[in-house]
């Protein structure tokens, strides 16, 4: 009867060095453009480094905003440089980890079909090309719907199209709506219009009509496993995947 103390502490020995180490887990907030290009990137990572990598995808405006309440996450991804700066002056980021990798443009988009033509230029009548509604992000808080409202009021367009502007949730949802004919426009990213086959690009909106698309990257935690993914965001196999996805890559 006294061994069997000793056989209890030798078999839980035995089984902790037999027993197979947890993964490490990392999960990222990401703007909702980043979806299909960032789950590709994560699936192969992955398998290659044996993490577990759990994401959330929304507007750059709610992630921050759940980032500011104490939301725990290891890595933030904006779609403008608004929100990350936000985030730096709270402190909630390490700012050293900050990085501009990647870029966009903004595309105007119609139902499959049903484009229209009209120059994306100053003084033209955008309001004139289509009927019914426009869709894109929030205009006030959507990183694209801040864009598009920026290009619109460059451009002389936005005070006779803004009372048929319908703002969303995120991009993807604006999308949603040009897919299923609810608005007869829309204003998304060019990575945006590319994924879909219910949706044409009526143009591209010229650089100089808004801010630069850039999606600035950031450690929220300080996990070395979180550090080792954002270095590998940056890197030419990640890249590859990006510019499949139509990103642009931001010169250092």
């Known amino acids: 009867m006294t061994f069997k103390p000793l056989r209890l502490l030798l078999i839980f020995l035995i089984c902790s060095v037999f027993m197979p180490a947890a993964q490490a887990e990392i999960t990222v907030l990401a703007a909702a453009s980043l979806t299909n290009a960032l789950t590709d990137i994560i699936k192969h ?3 290659q480094q044996g993490v577990t990598i759990k994401t959330s995808f929304a507007s750059s405006s709610v992630l921050a905003k759940q980032i500011e309440n104490g939301l725990p996450a ?3 991804i904006s779609a403008d440089k608004q929100w990350m700066d936000t985030l730096y002056e709270q402190g909630k980021i390490d700012a050293t980890s900050r990085k501009e990798v990647l870029g966009n443009s903004l595309v105007l988009i119609a139902p499959k079909g049903q484009g229209f033509a009209v120059k994306l230029a100053k003084g033209e009548a955008l309001a004139n090309a289509f009927d019914g509604k426009l869709c894109t992000g929030e205009t006030s808080t959507v990183p694209a719907g801040k864009y598009a409202k920026e290009a619109l ?5 936005w005070d006779t199209i803004k009372t048929r502007i319908v ?3 995120d ?4 999308l949603a709506f040009v897919e299923r004919g609810e608005c007869a426009a829309g204003i998304v990213y060019a990575t945006d219009a590319l994924i879909s086959t219910k949706v044409e690009v009526v143009g591209t909106f010229p650089e100089s009509s808004h801010a630069p698309i850039a999606y600035p ?4 935690s300080q996990s070395q496993e979180a550090r080792a993914f954002l270095d590998y965001l940056s890197q030419a196999e990640a890249g590859k995947v990006f510019a499949h996805y ?3 890559r931001l010169q250092p």
């Open 74 to 76: 290891d890595i933030f």
């Open 171 to 174: 991009v993807r949802a604006a």
């Open 217 to 220: 990257m950031a450690l929220i």
């Open 45 to 47: 990572y992955q398998k």
């Open 167 to 169: 703002g969303t949730e």
């Open 246 to 248: 139509g990103f642009t």
């Open 153 to 157: 009021q460059n451009l002389a367009m």
